[in-house]
């Protein structure tokens, strides 16, 4: 990487643990500046520990995206090359179990944040000489699994304004991908299996039994999804996103991507629905 390429910086919000931590290493080993995010004063600590710039960042409050873009701005000006929302969250539950203020609370985080982020630094990212904004989607925003209705809809939500924000953004300096990972080895099903105790009154459901399933998988310490991935998949794709003049609009990630994104254009509706069904029991 040239000097003036490591003048790049880049933001990456959701940085204290899976995903997101590993592509902050990564690509400062690489040789940009990173900024990384994170919400609980340990994680931000073990970031700078780490050789790292840290800043906190809760996406669901709107005064904390806002001092952040105030801080990026101010620490990286026109040098802002990258911005990679990442930072998410996934709450399990049936539709009817999830409660507004769930949901409300899943698409802040997962969305509602991400884009006042987008919009806040996006004249930084196009004083440059071709920035980019990478979102860090999911193999469920190209399908639904059962059991996953507001993380599905996050998910399929952030496609949509990502799609959009690319063709509005045709012919400026900035360019703009999503990533679609399957499963990834991460702290996500811990964290998910909290925001489902928290906020999902399961003992009284229709759907109970389901729910015994997959909390044990939610439980699982280790990775029991075939195919489960490495976090260095994610950084491989980003890189590309990031180097190339001419990045994709989509990258799979891991073989169930390819696979359900294959087979979401070859089946009926029905068919597609029996294997999402088959697919969704196994948790």
Not at 198 to 220: C, F, K, L, M
Request: some cysteine; overall charge positive.
């Amino acid at each position: 990487m040239s000097e003036t390429d490591q003048e790049k910086w880049l933001l990456i919000t959701g940085a204290s643990s899976g995903i997101g931590r590993e592509l902050a290493l990564s690509l400062q080993q690489y040789g940009y500046r990173v900024v990384a995010t994170a919400r609980k004063k340990e994680d931000l600590q073990h970031l700078r520990q780490l050789g790292l710039k840290a800043l906190p960042l809760e996406l669901a409050d709107e005064q904390s995206v806002n001092a952040l873009i105030e801080q990026v701005n101010s620490l990286c000006g026109d040098k802002l090359y990258g911005l990679i929302n990442n930072a998410a969250y996934g709450q399990p539950g049936a539709v009817e179990d999830i409660s507004r203020a769930a949901l409300e609370k899943q698409f802040a985080v997962n969305l509602f944040g991400s884009h006042q982020l987008t919009c806040g630094l996006l004249p930084a990212l196009r004083a440059g000489q071709g920035g980019r904004i990478i979102n860090i989607s999911s193999v469920l925003g190209l399908v639904a699994f059962p059991w996953q209705g507001a993380y599905n809809a996050s998910k399929y939500a952030l496609e949509g304004l990502t799609d959009t924000l690319r063709l509005e953004l045709h012919g400026s300096p900035v360019q703009v991908s999503l990533i679609e990972p399957g499963p990834i080895r991460s702290d996500f099903r811990g964290n998910a299996l909290n925001a489902f105790n928290d906020d999902v009154n399961w003992q009284d459901s229709p759907h109970a039994e389901h729910y015994q399933r997959i909390t044990g998988y939610y439980s699982a310490s280790d990775h029991p999804t075939p195919f489960t991935g490495d976090p260095l998949l994610v950084v491989k794709r980003v890189r590309h996103a990031l180097q190339s003049s001419r990045p994709q609009p989509r990258y799979y990630v891991t073989v169930p991507t390819y696979v359900l994104a294959t087979l979401r254009r070859l089946l009926p509706h029905r068919a597609m629905d029996w294997v999402l069904r088959k697919l969704g029991s196994m948790r």
